[in-house]
């Protein structure tokens, strides 16, 4: 373990969680198999952090709520003007003050996606090395040779994909939604699901092609260590006098080897729920809430409000989405990497 540089590592988790983590500790908490969490702790903590965030957006949502009952009066009360345009028009003002306010919102939330995701980047990257650096000494070499690279193509990949397709096609799917719903006429409906099914579809095109790969790697590399790892024990065990001896101390250097290469996958497990825990909350409770607003004011308010703030319910569930698959992508990858090179 000592030869093993969590410097870096460290150094990250400082800057994203503060000083009260320590990766070493709970990398030699993992390989004794002990307990990382309090589930009684961890639901206290999610609870405040639901209300925190609850309390943060409270004025966004009474703003929104303001507006849409002011649009709710001017088009219920359009007998009351002589010239019904007037309440048109003034609707459309009230509508252009909610876009300006969701557009806000969401540039927030995308923020909070965009941060998460660039931090599980920065962490996997300077995991990598240390964890792979315990693979090899476990004698899994093919295996932390292939999966190294993995690991790097699948953070490179993941950046593009995120950067240059999925958030802007978010992007373009709230504005449609929020351009759709300016007249009563719909004419943008159809482009709006076009861009949800991308994201959708493409979301889960990626999370097969990871689970594909580590089925049939999980099938070549960790045979090749294993015929590697026997043919050594057995060629001790042929040496006259110290055969059984150096076979032995072979099989106990490769033993603690092994459990610290999964005490290090079992703690980053662990770091990587830990950062996305609080935006993940976050985004559920931005997502919850536009859907509750959506759903108190479609009795009393336009119908293109409401389906305005469902659509934005939809794009936040949208972001939330490509967080969680990321998170699952890169979760899957320790796991499956660390079980399918184990004893």
């Known amino acids: 373990m000592e030869e093993i540089d969590f410097g870096e590592i460290q150094q990250l988790l400082d800057e994203i969680l503060g000083t009260g983590v320590d990766f070493r500790e709970m990398a030699g908490q993992g390989m004794k198999g002990e307990s990382f969490l309090s589930l009684k702790n961890l639901a206290v903590f999610l609870q405040d952090v639901f209300l925190e965030e609850l309390l943060a957006q409270k004025q966004l949502w009474f703003h929104i709520l303001i507006l849409a009952l002011a649009a709710a009066v001017l088009l219920h009360f359009a007998d ?51 964890w792979f650096l315990a693979m090899t000494l476990s004698a899994c070499t093919v295996s932390a040779g292939v999966y190294y690279e993995f690991i790097l193509l699948l953070i490179s990949v993941m950046r ?34 076009l861009a949800e099914i991308l994201v959708e579809w493409s979301l889960k095109a990626v999370l097969a092609a990871v689970m594909g790969f580590h089925m049939v790697q999980g099938l070549i590399s960790p045979a090749a260590d294993a015929v590697r790892n026997t043919t050594l024990s057995q060629g001790l065990e ?11 101390v072979t099989d106990v250097l490769l033993g603690s080897a092994m459990l610290i290469k999964n005490g290090v996958g079992a703690a980053a497990l662990v770091v990587l729920i830990m950062l996305c825990l609080i935006p993940l909350t976050k985004l559920a409770v931005i997502m919850c809430a536009y859907y509750v607003l959506a759903a108190v004011l479609q009795p009393v308010s336009d119908e293109r409000i409401t389906d305005c ?19 699952v992508l890169f979760l899957l990858s320790i796991a499956l990497t660390t079980a399918l090179t184990g004893p």
């Open 309 to 327: 703030l469902s659509g934005m319910g939809n794009g936040v569930r949208l972001l939330l989405k490509t967080v969680f698959t990321m998170l």
């Open 160 to 193: 593009w994909f995120t950067e240059v397709f999925v958030l802007p096609c978010t992007e373009i799917y709230i504005l449609l939604v929020l351009a759709n719903h300016l007249s009563k006429e719909e004419r943008l409906t159809r482009f709006a699901e």
């Open 238 to 248: 042929m040496v006259p006098g110290v055969g059984d001896i150096g076979s032995s």
């Open 80 to 130: 009351v003007f002589h010239n019904r345009s007037v309440s048109h028009i003034s609707f459309c003002m009230i509508y252009m003050i909610l876009f300006l306010l969701l557009i806000v919102s969401f540039q927030n939330s995308m923020g909070i996606a965009e941060e998460v995701m660039r931090n599980m980047r920065d962490f996997m990257a300077v995991l990598a090395p240390a």
